[in-house]
């Protein structure tokens, strides 16, 4: 009799000692899951210059007609920017193409008719400052340009406020890690893992030549917001 009952509380104690040794190990490990966060910084900043696309297009009855006198408009826009001050290096060729237009076949067995050739040229100028961007708006399209294809404001160093935001996002994601480790009742491990995105929120603003005012056209700057987000994971142990 005693010795059965030796043996169920030797298998007691024995029990006891394992889970007792246990558990601190346990503890110890870091979670497979963690802590995966967001973290978003924004950054706000005045551009500083300015990108200006415009376009000249013409018709011709040939194909060289139709190119002939768009090139010759194309080189007048230029001469003329050139005597704001700007130079070859702000302005470079954002595309060329010359094809034909049909017209509307008169039944559906008969094939279309080429009734004139279309070319179309832009041209791509960068400003600085920015308010110098209206005048040459107004100088291209007074000197031959029919088109204002695009209008892009941006600041000329892309790098330290990227960076600035990067950071700034980086500290929120901690703060939220660490946040929600607090009302968990756990702690932050070693850092699992982290990628992260920087936003340039710079869309091109379309305007019809058509549709511009006679006087001087405004272009007002205002302000670009950057957006940086760092996804973080972080391992957790308990306290």
């Not at 290096?89 to 008169?106: C, F, I, K, R, W």
């Not at 040459?136 to 404001?153: C, E, F, P």
């Not at 703060?175 to 491990?189: D, N, P, T």
Request: charge should be negative.
């Amino acid at each position: 009799m005693h010795t059965k009952a030796n043996r169920i509380v030797g298998c007691f104690v024995s029990l006891i000692a394992l889970f007792c040794f246990a558990l601190p190990v346990w503890a110890a490990e870091p979670d497979a899951g963690g802590i995966a966060v967001i973290g978003t910084g924004r950054v706000y900043v005045v551009p500083d210059m300015a990108e200006v696309t415009v376009g000249v297009v013409t018709q011709g009855t040939t194909a060289a007609e139709a190119q002939a006198e768009n090139g010759r408009r194309m080189q007048a826009v230029i001469q003329k920017l050139k005597e704001l001050g700007l130079d070859d290096a702000d302005m470079h060729t954002g595309g060329l193409s010359v094809h034909p237009e049909y017209n509307e076949a008169p039944a559906k067995e008969e094939p279309s008719q080429i009734v004139a050739y279309r070319a179309v040229n832009s041209l791509v100028v960068k400003v600085k400052p920015v308010d110098m961007a209206g005048k040459v708006i107004d100088v291209a399209l007074a000197s031959g340009a029919n088109q204002v294809q695009s209008l892009r404001l941006m600041p000329g160093d892309t790098t330290a406020p990227g960076l600035e935001a990067l950071a700034l996002a980086a500290q929120d994601a901690r703060r939220k890690a660490e946040a929600l480790a607090r009302a968990l009742g756990v702690k932050l491990g070693a850092l699992q893992s982290a990628s992260v995105d920087v936003y340039w929120p710079v869309p091109p603003v379309y305007r019809d030549a058509r549709a511009l005012p006679s006087e001087s056209t405004p272009v007002l700057p205002g302000q670009i917001e950057i957006t940086a987000t760092v996804h973080v994971k972080y391992a957790i142990t308990a306290w």
